[in-house]
Structure formats: C-alpha cells, structure tokens
C-alpha cells in the first residue's frame, strides 16, 4: 500500500446529481454512510444506500483467497482480504493490487461515472495463468443513509432477471438497483448479521447493522477482466440501453471518465468539481461528504475557492441566481432539510455571504466576460432586498442598530458559524454584535451602496463605531462580542478566530497598519495549527483540546478549541496582507501555512481536506472528511490569494473597488 495513506484513511467518488461511492483504503467500512452505490432520489436531497459493499473471492488451483475485509461485532475482521493489499491508489480513482499467496496479482478499480447514480467495478488478473474464478457477493440495505437497517421479513430477495441484467426492488418507494456484468448470477439469499463500523462507535452512535446479500456473481478470470456495473434503475444510464456487452460499456464509461477527469488542471480542481451537484434544474454545492447536503453559508464561503478562483463563472453565476429567488424577509435559508420541512431561516450570516459572494463574481467577471445586465439586476435586487431586510429588522433579533452595526439573536437560537447546538442549550450564543458579522455587514454595505448609494451612510457610522468600539486595547485585538445579550457597553473578550475578517478574507479589510499587525501576530501565536485555526485560545476558559466522545462532548468541543481548516483561508490572506502583500510573503505563507494542508490531502479524506481537527497535537483530523468550505479555501490560497504575478496586478484587473483583495477601508 501507498506507505503516505493509512489504511482507514477515505475514499470518495461523487457523481454530481448526488450519488456517490465511498469507503476505506483497507476496504473495511467504518462509517454507515461508507457505500458502494449510494443515489439521490430528490438531488441532492432523499438519499439512499442501496449497496453497501461486497465480499470477494478469487479461487485458483492454489486455493481461495479473499479480496475484502468486514467488521463485525463484537470486534472481528472477516474475510482477511486487506492483508493481501500490495498496492492502492486514489488518483484518478480508486484502485488496489492484491497479491495472493501463490503468486497471483488481482488489480481491482471501481468509479463512479459523472451523473448517472452508477459505480462501475472491474478486476483482473495481472499475472499467471491457469484457471481463476471471482466471486462478488454485494451486500444490500435499501435505506437512509443516515439510518441503519435490520434483518426483517420484508426485505424482497428475489430479483428480475433479464439476461445479464439483474434488478431488484428491495423495498418499496426505494430506488430499484440493476446490476449488468459479464458474468454469471446465483440466486443464494442470505442475512449477514452484526457488521461494525468503528467511526460510529468512536461517535457514539448506534455502530452495528444487518445488511442481505440476495446472491453472488461468478467471473472467469482466466478469460478476461470481470465488470459489473451497478445503478439506481429509477435513474437513466447509458449502459442500461445501449446493448452492448458489460465490458464494453464498461471501457467506453472508463474511457470518458478518464478523458473527463484529464480535462481538469490539478488534483485540486478535480476534487472541487465532487462538491457541484444539481439541485432540481440549477445547481449547488454540497456542504460536505458524506453527510451533509447543500447549506447556505458553505456555499457562499466555498464558491469563491470551487468556483471563482477556478475559472467556473457560469456555475458561480448560476448557483448565486437560484439562491436569489429564496431570499425571505431578507433572509436567506441556512439548509434545506433532506425531506418535508420547511427551510430553516437561523443564519445571520448566510445572506451577508451571498453578498460578498456576488461581489467576487463581480469581480471574477470583469477580469472575462461581464455579466449579463438581467443577471446583473437580479443579483443587485436580492442584495438590495438582504440589505433593507436587515437594515428594517427581521427574524430572531436581527436588525441594523443606530451606531451602524449589526445586533442579532435570542435565547435558543444559534445565528452565526459558531453554530452547535444541544436541544435548547446553544453552546456558543454570541448574542449581540459578534465582530465577524459586522465585518460582513459592513462589506455587505459597502458592495450595496456600488448598486444603490443610500447604503453608504450607514456604512459609514457602523465603520467608524467598529473602529472605536471593537478594539480591546488591554489586549491588543478585537472583542469577539460587544453589546452581548443586547446589554450596551459589554464586551466578550474571549480570543477567538472571528476577529480575522477585520483584516483578510472579505474585499474591506477594517483594520490596518499597526492595529491589523497586532490582531494577525496574536492568532498566530495562539489560534494556528496545521490544520486550521482553534476556534478558542487554549489558555481561555472552557477550551476543548480534542474533539471526541458521544455527541454531547463532540458539540461541546466544536466551537471551543477545534481547530477548523477554511478559517486558514482568511487568516493566510490576512498575514500575507499585513505584510504588504510581496512575493517573499505569499511563498512564505505558502510554505508555512498551505503545505501542511497539502500533506494532509493523503490522510482523511483522500485528496481533499477535513472538515476540522483537534485543537491539539497531533491535530487529528475529524468530523466530514470531505469538507466543501476547507478545500475551497485552499483553493483559493493557491490561485489567488498566493498567485504570482497578483492579479492586482495583472494588466486585465478591475478597478479598485472591486478588486479580491482585502482593503482597508
């Protein structure tokens, strides 16, 4: 194996309606949500596992050895299949050399086609000769993926076969599953009982399910690759209708798969096409994998890096005019819950980020081609409508104060990024006016009064009360909070990451000079990891060095100690900023900040970067593996923020006022 991938880091294949495939380097699957065919039966929303995995077997004269490896309660590994892996490698999928004990080398590969709720799986034998028989016996629930599924009565074994096509309908209103190969199906029902999945375990979570392998496949792989192909039926897919035989619909798939992903510059944009998917006609982002769906301040945080800085104006500008149309009482939705309720309106920051989000398309726009004048106008109407919401008050507290800030929250509601909550207990309130939501408001201001010229008033006080009020000289940083639970004149001084907005990440730094200097010195003294920024000093009260445990203490620690990686994102282009923004600067920023978050790329989530880490050594990643948010802003610290030549420098570069880069105001 790869001696830089542990053998529980993760692989993810995505195909963009969502569906997708995932598991472990070692093939053991230590998550629920770990599948081999997982598909959206409302994109991206309404997701099923319908296959989890399989257990594979090659029988030589020699013997039968296996390729796959389960968990099982109450702690046992069976087959022994990853013992035999020689080989394995992410890059353009996944693929793994096994090397048998008589020799005999199996190369297995799996990838999921772009839109079509499919996995295509091949194996074949590298060396040898003589007779070598697979046999693929795939493991099938049919159920949330967020849910786990038990051995009943109900469970429908028994399959439609047409051919080599065979398809089952398991349960009813699931999405049937059609598995086409080129080999041989026996019937030979069966419940496998108790697999394990050590991550729930560790999360305190119900960890044990029963899953029913209706069947098994036989190839011959004396006579060549064996491919079996297996998809959503309720979803079109070429090779469901073209009738041709399974390996070759399995090389044209591979072969335009392949050209697809050679399209792509880097590794990097490659994994930031997984988190683009289609939401009914438009498009979105998807927070993260493998749990998460499309939320509103990931999305607008994350566009910048997926989208902008990577050239995929269209999809930046289709995404931000889908979202345009859900603006409510000048609010945004924070998440659109998977199934029947409503969206859920508790972010005070989301649409101050669709904001600064229009922004940077307008930005990215001018440096190509210029935006349309009705798209133009439909995004100026839903920040004008942000705006006056804000600015006239609406939900949970939110409202433009008469200092120019921005006050928001009530008891039992959790409104900024900092956002765990434990039934009615919030961990981190931050009611009142917390730094990084004045720094968006007055950056929302500032980008609103280029469309309407009212706004600049307001922007105006609030900047100058920011100035006066936000600055903790005892320190020599920012308050996290001021005006806490509504009470005038108090301060939070607690030493947190917010206070970084004031100074990179936004297009109006509100800090500069001496004042900027200190703020980026002192979160580098006290908030850096290689993973991100601590979302809490660790010498403050209430600091959680690690993340782990039951839920209850996983909540608790999010916000108060665990390091977060898109924090990196501002902070990088902060520290750089401070320091006049000179190529010397951005290569040592580069070299100090961004290279660990490289290297991290071939530890959890393989080639994209964790949604969090522990606040203290050695740093361990956690949380979604697979984090919209954190590769994003790595992206956008190596195309833009770190690129040499700077762009605002570049003879095509916008005017000033619409530049990316922080200035201070």
Same mark, same amino acid.
């Given at each position: 194996?790869?001696?830089?991938?542990?053998?529980?880091?993760?692989?993810?294949?995505?195909?963009?309606?969502?569906?997708?495939?995932?598991?472990?380097?070692?093939?053991?699957?230590?998550?629920?949500?770990?599948?081999?065919?997982?598909? %959206?039966?409302?994109? *991206?929303?309404?997701?099923?596992?319908?296959?989890?995995?399989?257990?594979?077997?090659?029988?030589?004269?020699?013997?039968?050895? %296996?390729?796959?490896?389960?968990?099982?309660?109450?702690?046992?590994?069976?087959?022994?299949?990853?013992?035999?892996?020689?080989?394995?490698?992410?890059?353009?999928?996944?693929?793994?050399?096994?090397?048998?004990?008589?020799?005999?080398?199996?190369?297995?590969?799996?990838?999921?086609?772009?839109?079509?709720?499919?996995?295509?799986?091949?194996?074949?034998?590298?060396?040898?000769?003589?007779?070598?028989?697979?046999?693929?016996?795939?493991?099938?629930?049919?159920?949330?993926?967020?849910?786990?599924?038990?051995?009943?009565?109900?469970?429908?074994?028994?399959?439609?076969?047409?051919?080599?096509?065979?398809?089952?309908?398991?349960?009813?209103?699931?999405?049937?599953?059609?598995?086409?190969?080129? #080999?041989?199906?026996?019937?030979?029902?069966?419940?496998?009982?108790?697999?394990?999945?050590?991550?729930?375990?560790?999360?305190?979570?119900?960890?044990?399910?029963?899953?029913?392998?209706?069947?098994?496949?036989?190839?011959?792989?004396?006579?060549?690759?064996?491919?079996?192909?297996?998809?959503?039926?309720?979803?079109?897919?070429?090779?469901?209708?073209?009738?041709?035989?399974?390996?070759?619909?399995?090389?044209?798939?591979?072969?335009?798969?392949?050209?697809?992903? %050679?399209? @792509?510059?880097?590794?990097?944009?490659?994994?930031?096409?997984?988190?683009?998917?289609?939401?009914?006609?438009?498009?979105?982002?998807?927070?993260?994998?493998?749990?998460?769906?499309?939320?509103?301040?990931?999305?607008?945080?994350?566009?910048?890096?997926?989208?902008?800085?990577?050239?995929?104006?269209?999809?930046?500008?289709?995404?931000?005019?889908?979202?345009? #149309?859900?603006?409510?009482?000048?609010?945004?939705?924070?998440?659109?819950?998977?199934?029947?309720?409503?969206?859920? @309106?508790?972010?005070?920051?989301?649409?101050?980020?669709?904001?600064?989000?229009?922004?940077?398309?307008?930005?990215?726009?001018?440096?190509?081609?210029?935006?349309?004048?009705?798209?133009?106008?439909?995004?100026?109407?839903?920040?004008? %409508?942000?705006?006056?919401?804000?600015?006239?008050?609406?939900?949970?507290?939110?409202?433009?104060?008469?200092?120019?800030?921005?006050?928001?929250?009530?008891?039992?509601?959790?409104?900024?990024?900092?956002?765990?909550?434990?039934?009615?207990?919030?961990?981190?309130?931050?009611?009142?006016? *917390?730094?990084?939501?004045?720094?968006?408001?007055?950056?929302?201001?500032?980008?609103?009064?280029?469309?309407?010229?009212?706004?600049?008033?307001?922007?105006?006080?609030?900047?100058?009360?920011?100035?006066?009020?936000?600055?903790?000289?005892?320190?020599?940083?920012?308050?996290?909070?001021?005006?806490?639970?509504?009470?005038?004149?108090?301060?939070?001084?607690?030493?947190? *990451?917010?206070?970084?907005?004031?100074?990179?990440?936004?297009?109006?730094?509100?800090?500069?000079?001496?004042?900027?200097?200190?703020?980026?010195?002192?979160?580098?003294?006290?908030?850096?990891?290689?993973?991100?920024?601590?979302?809490?000093?660790?010498?403050?009260?209430?600091?959680?060095?690690?993340?782990?445990?039951?839920?209850?203490?996983?909540?608790?620690?999010?916000?108060?100690?665990?390091?977060?990686?898109?924090?990196?994102?501002? @902070?990088?282009?902060?520290?750089?900023?401070?320091?006049?923004?000179?190529?010397?600067?951005?290569?040592?920023?580069?070299?100090?900040?961004?290279?660990?978050?490289?290297?991290?790329?071939?530890?959890?989530?393989?080639?994209?970067?964790?949604?969090?880490?522990?606040?203290?050594?050695?740093?361990?990643?956690?949380?979604?593996?697979?984090?919209?948010?954190?590769?994003?802003?790595?992206?956008?610290?190596?195309?833009?923020?770190?690129?040499?030549?700077?762009?605002?420098?570049?003879?095509?570069?916008?005017?000033?006022?619409?530049?990316?880069?922080?200035?201070?105001?």
């Amino acid at each position: 194996m790869n001696p830089f991938i542990s053998a529980d880091a993760e692989w993810l294949e995505a195909d963009g309606l969502v569906g997708f495939a995932s598991g472990t380097a070692s093939g053991r699957r230590t998550r629920r949500y770990h599948a081999l065919l997982l598909a %959206a039966a409302t994109p *991206p929303t309404g997701r099923f596992v319908l296959v989890n995995g399989f257990d594979a077997h090659v029988k030589t004269a020699s013997g039968t050895f %296996a390729l796959s490896s389960q968990r099982y309660r109450p702690g046992v590994t069976h087959p022994d299949g990853e013992r035999r892996i020689e080989e394995f490698g992410y890059d353009p999928w996944p693929h793994w050399v096994f090397h048998l004990e008589d020799g005999t080398r199996i190369e297995h590969e799996l990838f999921v086609p772009r839109c079509s709720s499919a996995v295509a799986l091949r194996w074949r034998r590298k060396n040898g000769d003589g007779p070598a028989t697979l046999i693929v016996r795939p493991f099938f629930s049919g159920r949330d993926y967020h849910a786990l599924h038990r051995e009943n009565p109900v469970f429908r074994f028994e399959p439609a076969i047409d051919g080599v096509k065979v398809l089952w309908r398991p349960y009813q209103g699931v999405p049937g599953t059609l598995a086409y190969s080129n #080999g041989r199906y026996e019937h030979r029902p069966e419940w496998y009982r108790d697999f394990l999945y050590c991550a729930e375990t560790e999360r305190g979570f119900v960890d044990a399910e029963d899953l029913a392998a209706p069947g098994e496949f036989h190839f011959d792989l004396a006579s060549g690759a064996a491919v079996l192909l297996l998809a959503a039926q309720d979803v079109p897919v070429a090779f469901t209708a073209n009738g041709f035989p399974a390996e070759v619909c399995y090389g044209l798939l591979r072969s335009r798969e392949e050209a697809r992903r %050679a399209t @792509f510059p880097s590794p990097l944009h490659r994994a930031a096409d997984a988190y683009l998917v289609r939401r009914g006609r438009g498009k979105t982002i998807l927070a993260g994998y493998p749990w998460f769906t499309d939320w509103g301040r990931d999305t607008f945080i994350a566009l910048r890096g997926l989208c902008l800085a990577t050239g995929r104006l269209d999809d930046a500008q289709q995404i931000l005019l889908d979202w345009a #149309g859900n603006v409510s009482e000048g609010m945004l939705p924070n998440r659109f819950p998977d199934r029947g309720a409503e969206p859920e @309106f508790n972010s005070v920051d989301a649409s101050l980020w669709y904001i600064v989000a229009v922004h940077y398309l307008a930005a990215a726009a001018r440096r190509g081609e210029p935006v349309s004048a009705d798209v133009r106008d439909r995004l100026a109407a839903a920040v004008q %409508a942000i705006l006056s919401g804000y600015a006239h008050g609406t939900r949970h507290g939110i409202h433009a104060d008469n200092d120019g800030l921005l006050a928001a929250g009530e008891p039992g509601v959790q409104l900024t990024w900092m956002d765990a909550k434990i039934g009615d207990l919030v961990v981190t309130p931050r009611i009142g006016k *917390p730094v990084e939501v004045q720094a968006l408001w007055l950056n929302a201001l500032w980008i609103g009064s280029q469309f309407a010229p009212v706004w600049r008033t307001t922007f105006d006080l609030g900047r100058a009360t920011f100035a006066e009020r936000f600055w903790n000289d005892a320190a020599g940083c920012l308050y996290d909070v001021i005006d806490v639970e509504h009470r005038r004149g108090t301060a939070d001084a607690s030493f947190r *990451p917010n206070q970084v907005f004031a100074v990179g990440g936004l297009p109006r730094a509100l800090l500069d000079g001496a004042r900027a200097r200190q703020v980026v010195d002192a979160i580098e003294a006290r908030l850096v990891t290689p993973l991100g920024l601590r979302t809490l000093a660790p010498e403050e009260p209430g600091y959680r060095p690690q993340y782990a445990g039951g839920f209850r203490e996983r909540d608790t620690a999010y916000h108060q100690g665990t390091a977060w990686p898109w924090l990196l994102g501002p @902070f990088v282009e902060a520290w750089v900023h401070v320091r006049g923004g000179t190529t010397a600067a951005k290569r040592e920023a580069r070299r100090r900040f961004v290279e660990p978050l490289l290297r991290h790329q071939n530890e959890a989530g393989l080639g994209h970067v964790s949604e969090i880490a522990d606040g203290d050594a050695p740093h361990r990643p956690n949380g979604c593996p697979f984090q919209a948010w954190s590769l994003g802003e790595l992206l956008r610290l190596e195309l833009d923020v770190l690129a040499e030549p700077p762009a605002a420098v570049r003879k095509d570069s916008p005017p000033e006022e619409l530049t990316s880069r922080p200035v201070a105001v």
